[in-house]
């Protein structure tokens, strides 16, 4: 927490005096918001996770485009073989 240090009001702050402090709060405050910030995600880690998923996601998608020509094929292959049948009928 950002605490100023009191001075007594025997002599007024000169330039030096508030420059000191402002260093002062700058180092507390930026202590404080690395702080606040340590269990949050790093740009890196969102990198890293973001091209993780993107590769689960593109495997998935070859998976799937894999299985469903499979099983057109299947199909293709089954409505031949009756077209043949019923074509053999006549």
Request: proline share 2%; glycine share 4%.
């Amino acid at each position: 927490m950002l605490v100023a240090k009191r001075t007594g009001m025997s002599r007024p702050a000169t330039k030096a005096d508030l420059e000191q402090l402002r260093t002062e709060l700058r180092t507390e405050l930026r202590t404080e918001i690395r702080t606040a910030l340590v269990p949050y995600a790093t740009k890196q880690d969102l990198e890293i996770w973001g091209s993780a998923l993107y590769d689960l996601i593109k495997a998935g998608q070859r998976e799937t485009i894999a299985t469903l020509s499979a099983e057109l094929a299947r199909h293709v292959q089954a409505i031949q073989e009756a077209t043949r049948a019923q074509i053999a009928a006549l």
